[in-house]
């Protein structure tokens, strides 16, 4: 006689995303796992007395969502300071800035987030426009991918940059013909002010992981990477986790930190024991390879092009000489770290293989779920890579559609040859390779809804183009929802416990309100999360559902 089940959900299509991708009607769980999923006569031997059972009518069940790569503390603090998101364009952007700093008199700074490229002439705004709204205390803004900031002449001054100061390494100060810094710092060059502005305090960590967590719950998910985590928001993270108030199973990636040797590795090894704790798991290193195609700094193969469609020459930026990140590729390999590189650029792409095939020839193969996070670009030759290396595809949907950002700040400035490899997420499935799914957010929307309408149609139905972007590179669904389920679990090394449905993993689901496989993806956006459980537990639900 089996133990009754806490919980029946029946009446529903279950997608278990099993091996065999099965289907069933019912699901029973006990103590926060999943105790049985097959027909409704199946799991009704598992009714007790106690029994709670809900009829969902209809409604979709699927393992809960899982974020392979996004910035979840950070983000979520954001939420908190001057945010721009959901912000259209500049006009606005400002208008929401100078309704920040009246609501806020008392601060020192103002540090935001949120605005794009797109939204300014030549993807580069000015000191000028900002201290229009913010004149007297310094400003600091980063744009959507935090590769780049605004900042005003406030902060340049607080930050002592002037024409004499040098580019940083790995960075840029954006300057006009004497040389005067503009107001926009590129990737190493945000640091120049950044670092002088007041970081957020622990407990203000706290409250942004908290806040992250409720919205990704209201959103289906239940599990991400964070894909960088310095030892401030790792105690964040290990306060909650040890507390049992981390309501996320999360996968840390720890920052490898650029300006340091590889002496930092025991450091990483000490780190990851103590922020390996309740469902905190801090068992990935993560490396920046380059930048990204926008502000000409991800690693390309063939030369960016000019506004006419010239060859510049330039190849953008890299983060590491082959033989360092080799060499640090190959020490956290052989620590049993899974490595986490950000590669955009097709030359990143492929540098960042060959350090990982130079890793598993000195140090042996090991199952460490190692990951190139983007791959905005790869060269052919290097897509079957993914497969005979067990190297994981760690991308956004959401961003291989034809929107601004790709068709007029992308497309006309690389080679024919790159643009016409861009996303290439059916060729790696095709060729047998791995995908996980992650949204990097804040970069863009955690919404699995349209992360997957944009993986199988390759256009946004929220988007303003209703052109198929490389339609040979779109995944049918059951394979999109893989990729955010159960590949994404992969990626963060918890797949034995949790990203299928299947007797014994944990009870972390996702209740949709109807059938993702009966709806078009121009219709996914309307859908709604009526439920999510984590290890059993109800943390969100709609009223009227039988699970609020
Ligand atoms: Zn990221």
Redesign the pocket.
């Known amino acids: 006689m089996r133990m009754p089940a806490d919980l029946i959900l029946r009446g529903a299509t279950v997608h278990t995303v099993d091996a065999a991708r099965s289907t069933a009607a019912a699901v029973a769980i006990s103590s926060g796992r999943i105790a049985a999923v097959g027909s409704e006569d199946e799991v009704d031997g598992l009714r007790g007395h106690a029994t709670r059972v809900v009829d969902l009518a209809g409604a979709m069940v699927l393992p809960g969502f899982q974020d392979a790569?996004?910035?979840l503390g950070e983000s979520g603090h954001a939420t908190t300071l001057c945010s721009l998101e959901g912000s259209r364009d500049a006009d606005e952007h400002l208008r929401r800035i100078a309704a920040y700093r009246d609501a806020h008199p008392d601060r020192d700074w103002i540090v935001g987030s949120g605005w794009s490229m797109s939204d300014f002439a030549g993807g580069t705004p000015t000191a000028a426009a900002l201290d229009a709204v913010v004149p007297d205390r310094p400003a600091v803004l980063t744009n959507r991918d935090i590769h780049g900031a605004w900042v005003n002449t406030r902060a340049l001054e607080a930050a002592g940059i002037t024409a004499a100061t040098p580019d940083p390494p790995g960075g840029r100060i954006e300057r006009d013909e004497h040389g005067a810094p503009m107001g926009t710092l590129q990737e190493q060059a945000m640091g120049l002010v950044l670092d002088r502005a007041p970081g957020p305090t622990h407990a203000d960590r706290v409250a942004g992981i908290r806040a992250a967590v409720a919205y990704y719950h209201r959103l289906g998910i239940t599990a991400c990477q964070d894909?960088?985590v310095d030892p401030g928001w790792q105690a964040a993270y290990e306060e909650l986790a040890r507390a049992g108030e981390l309501g996320l199973r999360v996968r840390g990636a720890l920052e490898w930190e650029m300006d340091r040797d590889g002496e930092q590795v025991a450091e990483l090894v000490e780190r990851r024991r103590s922020g390996t704790v309740g469902r905190l798991a801090c068992g990935n290193v993560k490396f920046f390879h380059d930048g990204v195609v926008e502000n000409r700094t991800a690693a390309m193969l063939d030369p960016y092009l000019d506004a006419a469609g010239r060859p510049t020459g330039e190849h953008g930026m890299h983060m590491y000489d082959q033989a360092d990140l080799e060499r640090f590729v190959r020490l956290c390999d052989a620590e049993g770290f899974g490595v986490h590189i950000?590669a955009i650029g097709d030359l990143a792409v492929r540098e960042s293989l060959d350090a990982l095939e130079a890793a598993a020839r000195a140090n042996g193969p090991c199952d460490a779920r190692h990951q190139l996070?983007h791959v905005q670009f790869a060269h052919p030759t290097d897509l079957p890579r993914f497969a005979e290396l067990g190297v994981i595809a760690n991308v956004t949907p959401l961003w291989a559609r034809l929107e601004a950002s790709v068709a007029q700040m992308t497309l006309p400035f690389v080679s024919a040859r790159s643009a016409a490899c861009m996303y290439p997420f059916g060729s790696i499935v095709r060729a047998g390779g791995a995908l996980a799914f992650g949204s990097?957010w804040a970069?863009s929307t955690p919404d699995p809804r349209r992360q997957l309408a944009v993986a199988v149609s390759r256009r946004d139905p929220l988007g303003s183009s209703r052109e198929t972007f490389l339609p040979e590179e779109r995944l049918d669904l059951g394979t999109a929802i893989a990729a955010h389920t159960i590949g994404a679990a992969y990626a963060c090394g918890i797949d034995a416990v949790t990203g299928s449905i299947e007797p014994g993993k944990l009870a972390d689901l996702a209740v949709l309100d109807r059938d993702l496989f009966a709806t078009e993806p121009e219709g996914y956006p309307d859908v709604r999360v009526l439920a999510t459980l984590v290890e059993g537990e109800i943390v969100h639900a709609e009223p009227g559902t039988g699970l609020a």
């Open positions: 790569h996004c910035h894909a960088r950000h996070a990097d970069v």
